[in-house]
């Protein structure tokens, strides 16, 4: 019976759209003019909030087009503006969601709008889920935020009287009860899903009773209303990457591809802010966005249109951005940074193509040139400019290098000699380590060593001894037998030469004493005579000295009687052993010459002194130098 019932449901609520889809409405009637009034739509960018705009926007008021998607707000209030030919239709966010974006709302309507005349509550939901703050979603949409905002926008509706509050409802709030203990408890199925849009639609009928009662006679008219069965976009329903059912002859289905798309735009000479003429070309990657509100503004514009139409519509934005841009910039700024180009173009062409429901995932220059060669004169001209700052840089490098490297090797050297400092420090005290290590080593190789030649010697002196033994040993048995040897060969001397000698021996014995006495007797008689000479010649050396004495001591006495006359003639006794003394050398002279000059009387002189001398020396000497031959040569006949 429940599926009996659930399916007459389903085939009603399909009598109604196909009705609606093919019969027009007729025209709101019975309302006049509303220019210079205010009205407030929420969920006005599609459905009965936007026919609900269109109809005031035609009657001339100014219509606030309070939406939760900027793209799609703004979309709706250009169609409405279009088509209704009133400028007056703007767009506001509000996010009935956040009770925070109300409060923005309404603080950013208050202080930009003077009035407001007309606040219409259309925005609603009928699926469940959370909010942020984890409260029901169903209830804060359809009633907590309207509430809200109403109570926020109150006093610009009481300035503004007569004016009306209208609170879209349903009929379904006949099947509501509020049972205030479970608001904020999960809902589960679409059992509950169905219970929970009737209980917020019967808490807008009891607020909007509420608000009428407590605003009576304050010109403030509220009103709760059923806008009954309407096809609109709430009765679309997006599928990608899944399936749905559909009515067959009821429900239209449409596929649009969600694959990225490539575009290559391209723009033919196109005159940048120089004047010179560009051809650029690009690659651009895009698709379709598959967010709820953004898909569904795509499926407005492109259903109904193959890939290629799509592609087209894309890429003659693309290239229009493109060629605007073009016309904004210098030569050097899109062929240098192209990359700044591109983020340029796809900054200014993402919104439109977003209003689409286009993304653009990238965007790059695939091309640019010219036809006038003024890319390469660039080129030239900016190679000659890199060459310079090239040839500039390789030399301030090179110079900064000159001085980096001599500052480093500078630290190198300091570095180095602090470490060859250390080094040495460390060799010094390694090798004062390693000489003490080795005097002990030395010492105790030294011990050892001693050791080891002293128990050498020590088992030497063992060795030697045994040796010894042995040798005394071998000694004593020689000597055994030496000494029979020595008893055969004595007894063989005394046989063969002992006896003879012994005879020969006696008879020269013999004659010896013979001799010896002979000689003795000589010898006697031989001293006895030279006793006698020697006791003759003492006598006589006695005697002379004796006489030599008193002869000195009568000298002494004469002598000391005499004075400088015995001394005169101790002188003069003297000198010719003095004489004899210096001539000595003149006797190995063989001739003497004297020479001299015609005036000279050196000649004369040396002879007559020669003449003179020999007698001279021998009246005082007695020494006749006459005779000596060199003297006698010297002298001639003179002497």
């Not at 009205?39 to 009965?48: D, K, P, Q, Y």
Request: aromatic residues 6%; glycine residues 6%.
């Amino acid at each position: 019976m429940e599926a009996l019932l659930l399916g007459a449901g389903l085939l009603l609520g399909a009598y109604v759209l196909v009705y609606y889809n093919l019969v027009k409405a007729p025209p709101c009637g019975g309302i006049g003019s509303l220019r210079g009034r205010t009205a407030v739509v929420t969920g006005a960018n599609s459905g009965i909030g936007k026919m609900t705009a269109l109809e005031l926007a035609r009657r001339g008021a100014r219509v606030v087009l309070a939406c939760r998607s900027r793209e799609r707000g703004e979309a709706a209030a250009f169609d409405l503006r279009q088509e209704s030919g009133n400028n007056e239709v703007i767009f506001m966010a509000l996010d009935l969601a956040s009770l925070a974006s109300v409060r923005a709302f309404a603080t950013a309507f208050l202080s930009s709008e003077p009035r407001l005349d007309i606040l219409i509550h259309n925005a609603g939901i009928s699926s469940c889920g959370r909010t942020r703050e984890a409260f029901n979603l169903l209830l804060r949409v359809n009633h907590v935020s309207p509430f809200l905002l109403t109570h926020l926008l109150l006093p610009h509706l009481r300035m503004c009287a007569p004016s009306r509050v209208v609170v879209v409802s349903s009929a379904a709030h006949r099947r509501g009860h509020l049972d205030f203990t479970r608001l904020n408890h999960p809902v589960i199925g679409w059992r509950q899903e169905l219970r929970a849009y009737a209980d917020s639609k019967l808490a807008n009928v009891l607020f909007a009773r509420e608000l009428a009662t407590q605003l009576e006679g304050t010109g403030i008219t509220c009103y709760a209303a059923h806008p009954g069965g309407c096809c609109g976009s709430d009765y679309k329903q997006y599928v990608f990457g899944g399936w749905a059912w559909a009515w067959w002859c009821i429900s239209d289905t449409q596929r649009i591809s969600l694959e990225i798309m490539t575009l290559q735009p391209r723009c033919e000479d196109v005159e940048t802010a120089e004047g010179v003429a560009l051809t650029v070309t690009g690659v651009a990657q895009v698709k379709i966005m598959t967010e709820k509100e953004l898909l569904a503004v795509a499926c407005e514009q492109f259903l109904g249109k193959n890939v290629q139409d799509i592609k087209n519509v894309v890429l003659q934005t693309l290239e229009g951005h493109l060629r605007s841009i073009l016309g904004t910039l210098t030569v050097e700024q899109i062929y240098q940074d192209r990359d700044q180009f591109a983020k340029l173009v796809r900054e200014v062409a993402a919104p439109d193509v977003g209003r689409m429901g286009i993304e653009i995932l990238s965007f790059t220059i695939k091309d640019v040139y010219d036809k006038v060669d003024y890319l390469s004169s660039l080129g030239k001209t900016q190679t000659a400019v890199v060459q310079r700052d090239a040839d500039i840089g390789v030399a301030e490098a090179e110079r900064d290098a000159g001085i980096r490297e001599a500052e480093c090797k500078k630290e190198m050297l300091d570095v180095k000699f602090m470490a060859d400092t250390k080094i040495a420090d460390s060799k010094r005290a390694f090798e004062l380590q390693k000489s003490a290590f080795s005097e002990e080593v030395n010492v105790k190789t030294a011990e050892a060593q001693l050791a080891y030649e002293l128990q050498g010697a020590r088992e030497q002196q063992k060795i030697r001894q045994e040796e010894i033994e042995i040798e005394v040993v071998q000694r004593k048995k020689q000597i055994a037998v030496e000494a029979q040897e020595i008893l055969r060969t004595d007894k063989e001397l005394i046989a063969t030469v002992r006896r003879p000698a012994e005879a020969e021996a006696h008879r020269i014995q013999q004659i010896a004493e013979g001799e010896k006495v002979k000689q003795v007797l000589l010898a006697q008689a031989e001293a006895e005579k030279i006793r006698k000479i020697g006791e003759a010649e003492a006598a006589v050396i006695e005697a002379m000295g004796k006489a030599e004495a008193e002869r000195m001591k009568l000298k002494a006495e004469a002598y000391q009687k005499y004075g400088d006359a015995a001394k005169m003639a101790l002188v003069l006794e003297a000198l010719p052993q003095i004489a004899a003394k210096i001539a000595a050398p003149l006797t190995k002279v063989d001739e003497i010459v004297v020479l001299s000059g015609d005036n000279s009387k050196v000649t004369s002189e040396v002879n007559r002194l020669l003449a003179e001398l020999p007698a001279s020396v021998h009246a005082l000497t007695g020494v006749d130098l006459s005779k000596i031959p060199l003297i006698k040569n010297a002298t001639g006949a003179q002497v």
